[in-house]
């Protein structure tokens, strides 16, 4: 059935490090993919999005690209900052306008 | 600052309580849910409102009572709670498909931290 699946966390890093967060989808067609993140103690915000194959798009450094053909669109970052620290969760959205979401990794990044 | 707000912020009821959710939204949206969010799970979508209208409910306990009297506002009235209700309540807004003017992206509010005792 239509799904999300993310790495599990937490992902522990290093003030600087080189960040990947995997996200794979199981949908018909070929939805808009989100990131979302939730910084502590917050509600979720729109990190970034892209609405068809191929496009990447990209926030505060973040950027993930549309793969169809691995049905992925993984979350990166060159350099990540302790202000990073957050859970990150990666959707997309049906032909109802609804989100499948997936659970949620949480990041912990040390100075 | 997202668009979305949501009062309380923090609440602590008994089983017995009745308490009520308050979510507005300033983004001119037409659509409207509530999410919870509950430690280690994913995000349950209970609720969608479009134009006012319950469009959807994902199988939730009649213990919680959406209410939507216009498009800017959204309640949750809650009665005889269950411990395992305590989560984070989410409130989320975007435009509607169905107005031709579409927008995929949901905006959420901060969240209502409810703790059931």
């Known amino acids: 059935g239509d799904s999300v699946t993310q790495m599990e966390g937490p992902v522990t890093l290093s003030e600087e490090a080189f960040l990947t967060i995997n996200c794979t989808y199981t949908a018909t067609g070929y939805p808009s993919l989100f990131w979302y993140v939730q910084y502590p103690g917050e509600g979720l915000q729109l990190l970034l999005k892209a609405t068809k194959a191929d496009d990447k798009g990209s926030n505060k450094g973040f950027e993930a690209t549309y793969r169809k053909e691995t049905t992925s669109f993984h979350l990166e970052k060159g350099s990540v900052q302790v202000s990073d620290s957050a859970v990150y969760f990666c959707a997309w959205v049906d032909s109802n306008y609804q989100l499948i979401w997936g659970a949620g990794t949480k990041l912990i990044i040390k100075p | 600052e997202t668009g979305v707000t949501q009062t309380p912020r923090h609440l602590v009821m008994g089983m017995t309580n009745k308490k009520s959710l308050k979510c507005e939204q300033h983004?001119?949206?037409?659509?409207m849910y509530w999410y919870k969010q509950s430690a280690k799970k994913p995000l349950e979508l209970m609720f969608v409102?479009?134009?006012?209208?319950?469009?959807e409910n994902n199988s939730v306990p009649s213990r919680f009572s959406p209410e939507c009297p216009n498009s800017s506002h959204l309640f949750l009235h809650l009665h005889t709670l269950q411990p395992e209700d305590s989560a984070l309540y989410l409130c989320?807004?975007?435009?509607?498909?169905?107005?031709?003017?579409?927008?995929?992206?949901?905006?959420f509010g901060p969240g209502t931290r409810l703790t059931v005792l």
């Open positions: 983004l001119g949206h037409n659509a």
């Open positions: 409102y479009n134009f006012k209208e319950q469009t």
């Open positions: 989320a807004s975007s435009q509607d498909g169905a107005s031709g003017l579409s927008t995929d992206t949901q905006y």
